[in-house]
């Protein structure tokens, strides 16, 4: 079996889901951030690879073949189990799994799984008390059931390129893969609750989480707008958002981040900079909701007059939101992020990991990062020759 028998060293696992197992059948990235947060939240996730591995092993860096880094990310802290679901030994050691499982998400179509015979009404004969999530591009209920779909496809889908086409002049997309992790996290808290009514019930029940129906409800919490009314409104867009003018302010040596909003805040600026164009047509949140275009372009020239560090200083002294404009890198050096301890360090088989944490601190039931990634398969033969209490 690929992995041989290598054991994984695990921080107690101190968690709210701290006794849950999981059984994670997905891949990529939806899924799999899914089943992370759980697994940094206490639970035993027990991730079914085939042979050949979860593809995201092979598309970024890493320090050998098959471990790169959004993998580890996303991975961390799992089992890896290897079973050809095509051979009915990989289906008899899968059953065995979900008998003792409290949890199985997925993240095949629909009739991919329903012909491998693990569909939920298959599942839950086998455990009716089984929370079956189903995480999929586009939900069944919908024409478009059966597309492929991937993070592109459903910001297409969901109307962001336009919106970046308003923003900057060009269809694009935004610079990270949105759709898969907020439909990620929407899976969490679907199973999560589900779990919750199992708690109280007893009853087990399938959930569906679809990406596209997941992002049109993201995008429309505010972009819904004029158009949720009957007769509509206005279009759908919330104008604050899709102004070309809303982005960093340039400064006198750089660029800053600062949210003039609501009227204290516009007083409190109006009282420390004292613009020319400042005045009563001006004054209220209503009037510059009005005039939104127009204020980012005029704080837009007021910016320019003083350095990023002045500007910083004069905000924050009264409590405007404001921040500079960072990298990436920079986040692994982020003062207020290394003080909080929000990086975690967490030894592997490939040396020292630097893991963004746990963003979410609870007094009494801690998560934490739940330990490395494994390797493809590192723990079929623990797993499969007798699982304990979880």
């Given at each position: 079996?690929?992995?041989?028998?290598?054991?994984?060293?695990?921080?107690?696992?101190?968690?709210?889901?701290?006794?849950?197992?999981?059984?994670?059948?997905?891949?990529?990235?939806?899924?799999?951030?899914?089943?992370?947060?759980?697994?940094?939240?206490?639970?035993?996730?027990?991730?079914?690879?085939?042979?050949?591995?979860?593809?995201?092993?092979?598309?970024?860096?890493?320090?050998?073949?098959?471990?790169?880094?959004?993998?580890?990310?996303?991975?961390?802290?799992?089992?890896?189990?290897?079973?050809?679901?095509?051979?009915?030994?990989?289906?008899?050691?899968l059953r065995e799994l979900i008998e003792r499982?409290?949890?199985?998400?997925?993240?095949?179509?629909?009739?991919?799984?329903?012909?491998?015979?693990?569909?939920?009404?298959?599942?839950?004969?086998?455990?009716?008390?089984?929370?079956?999530?189903?995480?999929?591009?586009?939900?069944?209920?919908?024409?478009?059931?059966?597309?492929?779909?991937?993070?592109?496809?459903?910001?297409?889908?969901?109307?962001?390129?336009?919106?970046?086409?308003?923003?900057?002049?060009?269809?694009?997309?935004?610079?990270?893969?949105?759709?898969?992790?907020?439909?990620?996290?929407?899976?969490?808290?679907?199973?999560?609750?589900?779990?919750?009514?199992?708690?109280?019930?007893?009853?087990?029940?399938?959930?569906?989480?679809?990406?596209?129906?997941?992002?049109?409800?993201?995008?429309?919490?505010?972009?819904?707008?004029?158009?949720?009314?009957?007769?509509?409104?206005?279009?759908?867009?919330?104008?604050?958002?899709?102004?070309?003018?809303?982005?960093?302010?340039?400064?006198?040596?750089?660029?800053?981040?600062?949210?003039?909003?609501?009227?204290?805040?516009?007083?409190?600026?109006?009282?420390?900079?004292?613009?020319?164009?400042?005045?009563?047509?001006?004054?209220?949140?209503?009037?510059?909701?009005?005039?939104?275009?127009?204020?980012?372009?005029?704080?837009?020239?007021?910016?320019?007059?003083?350095?990023?560090?002045?500007?910083?200083?004069?905000?924050?002294?009264?409590?405007?939101?404001?921040?500079?404009?960072?990298?990436?890198?920079?986040?692994?050096?982020?003062?207020?992020?290394?003080?909080?301890?929000?990086?975690?360090?967490?030894?592997?088989?490939?040396?020292?990991?630097?893991?963004?944490?746990?963003?979410?601190?609870?007094?009494?039931?801690?998560?934490?990062?739940?330990?490395?990634?494994?390797?493809?398969?590192?723990?079929?033969?623990?797993?499969?020759?007798?699982?304990?209490?979880?």
């Amino acid at each position: 079996m690929p992995g041989g028998r290598a054991h994984q060293t695990f921080p107690e696992r101190t968690g709210p889901l701290a006794g849950v197992r999981v059984l994670d059948l997905t891949t990529m990235v939806m899924g799999p951030y899914s089943t992370q947060i759980m697994a940094d939240m206490g639970a035993d996730v027990i991730k079914v690879e085939s042979p050949a591995g979860d593809d995201t092993r092979y598309i970024s860096v890493g320090p050998e073949p098959g471990m790169g880094g959004v993998f580890v990310n996303v991975n961390r802290g799992k089992r890896s189990v290897v079973l050809d679901l095509r051979s009915e030994h990989g289906k008899d050691a899968l059953r065995e799994l979900i008998e003792r499982s409290d949890v199985l998400i997925h993240s095949m179509r629909a009739k991919a799984i329903a012909r491998l015979g693990f569909g939920y009404e298959e599942v839950a004969a086998i455990n009716p008390s089984i929370v079956y999530t189903n995480c999929y591009g586009y939900g069944r209920r919908g024409p478009d059931a059966d597309l492929t779909a991937y993070d592109d496809t459903i910001q297409a889908e969901c109307g962001l390129p336009s919106v970046q086409e308003r923003l900057t002049g060009e269809v694009g997309y935004v610079g990270t893969i949105l759709a898969d992790k907020v439909a990620g996290l929407t899976a969490l808290y679907a199973t999560v609750m589900a779990l919750f009514h199992r708690e109280r019930t007893g009853e087990g029940q399938e959930v569906e989480v679809a990406m596209f129906e997941t992002m049109a409800a993201f995008m429309l919490v505010e972009h819904a707008n004029g158009a949720m009314f009957s007769p509509p409104l206005g279009p759908a867009a919330y104008p604050r958002a899709v102004t070309p003018d809303r982005r960093p302010y340039r400064t006198k040596d750089g660029y800053i981040s600062a949210l003039v909003y609501n009227d204290k805040q516009w007083a409190a600026f109006v009282d420390a900079v004292r613009p020319a164009w400042a005045g009563e047509h001006l004054a209220t949140l209503e009037q510059r909701a009005r005039r939104i275009g127009e204020v980012y372009a005029l704080l837009g020239e007021t910016f320019l007059e003083r350095t990023t560090r002045d500007w910083l200083d004069l905000l924050r002294s009264r409590d405007i939101p404001s921040a500079p404009v960072r990298t990436l890198d920079e986040l692994f050096d982020n003062p207020h992020l290394n003080e909080a301890g929000f990086f975690e360090t967490v030894d592997t088989p490939n040396g020292p990991v630097r893991f963004p944490g746990v963003p979410a601190w609870f007094s009494r039931t801690p998560g934490r990062v739940a330990g490395p990634a494994p390797r493809l398969g590192a723990d079929t033969e623990d797993v499969l020759d007798g699982l304990g209490p979880a």
